[in-house]
């Protein structure tokens, strides 16, 4: 059974320039899945990740997450479920509060989330802490004095508090350095394993979703244009767009090539 | 190079308050004219340091030691030295459309008339491939995507002509297609108009195809700097080689298979 099945999404922009976001979009996430999303810049990727996280309602379309109409939800039950998708996006200072410590920043969504008594908490904040590989002697710093891997290693933290089944990754590793978005890909991999997460990666850069995605979906102008397994669409991509991303992607020259 | 330089960092340092210890510290570089310069190094490494630093934009609480000489004059961020900041949402105000953004700078910078601003907004929004420039003037930055502002924010540091740009992070979150013009654009202004660049990135691979050489920071000190092809081939210093060994790209060992 699929844990998230989306069908048939639109959404158009208010204003002047309101072009189409989402076109009669569909796709499904199957439990401890990874799904690459890759697509033109503008072409609404971001646009699906606030509708899949209820930040945005669409024009039209389905949803379903966990066997419920997850755009039905409201009130007391939608404050519940969101806990289930939580995201993560690309700006790691942006995501907390200027002046948060880390364990004030866990502390949050454990008050959001989690119905445990406040004894409690140290305690869960430092199993999320090591949970991501951070000291649990980090909790007192300010949030501000994490380098930027540190901080993406804190929105994972957070995210989990909940337990969700689905996390949203808006380009959440493309503002580190490849040892570190290394370090942070081999991370989700572990978690997804050990909980069987599942994933929507949305990045442009195609060599990371290749690394970890299991399936990945090509989006163009608001719609899903080709899917298929990660090797599959990025050695024989079917559709035009896909050739014309991958062929643009910056190559290392090889040792012995002529500078 | 035989151009001039156009700036010379001489023991540079820059410590920010209440830091243990010092963001940089100890760097000697040079830029010529119309060069084309890429930064790399780790997350926290003072990549943004030093590109702030270059342009007078550091914090007026640190302290800077050492000194940067202009041999050609001192330069203004704004007039001569275009920034892109790491943030895009930095350099855009929420409140002024886009077409309002880029008249301040050309009206401050030039003796356009309304007209002819105009028309030279709308043709920078068409140099950073922005879809529908026209249209975009009349928006506001949130009713844009991330790559969107990014490419509104080269558009704004490109508009006064400066001799300098620095591109922080500037394209990480441009599809490939996009990026590949936008680099095609920093070709083109390094080229034939004589700009200098430097370019922050953590992409190796995007640093090797753009620039002439390659700095490489680690820890606030620069560790290894040559020309491209040379520190990608025979990197000098232990943290390029790790940079290099972690770059993944398309034949990368993947760390999943088909099916959960
Ligand atoms: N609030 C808004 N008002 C009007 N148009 C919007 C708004 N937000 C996004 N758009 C437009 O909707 C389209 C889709 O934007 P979205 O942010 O979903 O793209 P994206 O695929 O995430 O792009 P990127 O890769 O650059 O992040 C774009 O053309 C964008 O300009
Ligand atoms: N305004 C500031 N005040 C105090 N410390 C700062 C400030 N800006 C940066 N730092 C610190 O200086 C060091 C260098 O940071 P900088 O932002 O220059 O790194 P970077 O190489 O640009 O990293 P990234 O790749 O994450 O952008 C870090 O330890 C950082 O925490
Ligand atoms: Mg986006
Ligand atoms: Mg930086």
């Known amino acids: ?259 | 190079m035989t151009a001039a330089p156009l700036f010379q960092l001489r023991g540079f340092g820059l410590r920010y308050p209440g830091q243990g210890r010092p963001a940089l510290t100890g760097i000697e570089l040079d830029l010529a004219q119309g060069e084309r310069l890429a930064l790399i190094g780790p997350s926290g490494s003072g990549k943004s340091t030093l590109a702030r630093a270059i342009a007078g934009l550091s914090p007026p609480a640190s302290t800077p030691e050492g000194g940067i000489l202009w041999p050609g004059g001192p330069m203004r961020a704004g007039r001569d030295i275009g920034f892109v900041f790491q943030d895009p949402g930095g350099s855009l105000n929420p409140l002024l459309t886009i077409g309002a953004h880029l008249l301040e700078v050309l009206h401050r910078h030039g003796q356009l008339s309304r007209k002819a601003a105009l028309a030279r907004a709308e043709a920078l929004l068409d140099q950073v491939h922005l879809p529908d420039p026209c249209a975009a003037l009349q928006a506001y930055p949130h009713q844009f995507s991330g790559g969107q502002r990014q490419r509104i924010a080269i558009a704004l540091a490109i508009a006064a002509g400066p001799r300098l740009l620095i591109a922080d992070e500037a394209t990480s979150a441009l599809d490939t297609l996009v990026q590949a013009e936008i680099v095609a654009l920093l070709r083109d202004l390094t080229g034939a108009a004589g700009m200098a660049l430097i370019f922050v990135t953590h992409d190796i691979a995007l640093a090797a195809g753009l620039a002439d050489r390659i700095a490489v920071l680690e820890a606030g000190r620069l560790v290894d700097c040559g020309p491209a092809a040379r520190v990608i081939a025979t990197p000098q210093a232990a943290q390029t080689l790790a940079l290099l060994a972690a770059h993944l790209d398309l034949a990368s060992p993947r760390l999943v298979g088909d099916r959960p």
């Open chain 1, 1 to 259: 059974m699929s844990l998230l099945t989306v069908e048939g999404l639109r959404k158009t922009h208010p204003g002047a320039r309101g072009g189409i976001a989402l076109d009669d979009l569909s796709l499904t996430l199957a439990p401890g899945e990874t799904l690459g999303l890759v697509g033109p810049s503008g072409c609404g990727k971001s646009s699906l990740a606030r509708v899949l996280l209820r930040l945005d309602r669409p024009d039209a379309g389905s949803i379903r997450f966990e066997g419920q109409d997850w755009l039905a939800l409201q009130g007391g039950a939608l404050r519940r479920a969101r806990g289930r998708m939580q995201m993560v996006f690309q700006d790691p200072g942006a995501a907390f509060h200027p002046r948060a410590t880390v364990a004030g920043a866990l502390a949050d969504a454990l008050r959001l989330h989690v119905p445990a008594p406040r004894k409690d908490w140290p305690g869960l904040i430092a199993a999320r802490l090591d949970q991501v590989g951070l000291a649990p002697d980090l909790a007192p710093h300010p949030v501000a004095t994490l380098s930027g891997g540190q901080r993406q290693r804190l929105a994972i933290a957070r995210a989990l508090v909940p337990n969700p089944k689905l996390i949203v990754l808006d380009e959440a590793v493309s503002a580190l350095d490849t040892v570190t978005r290394g370090q942070i890909l081999a991370l989700l991999v572990r978690l997804q394993r050990q909980l069987g997460l599942a994933l929507l990666v949305i990045s442009h850069d195609l060599a990371v979703v290749r690394a970890v995605s299991h399936r990945i979906a090509v989006m163009q102008a608001g719609r899903i244009v080709e899917t298929g397994p990660a090797d599959q669409v990025l050695d024989r991509p079917q559709s035009e767009i896909a050739r014309r991303l991958i062929a643009a992607v910056p190559q290392l020259p090889r040792t012995g090539d002529p500078p």
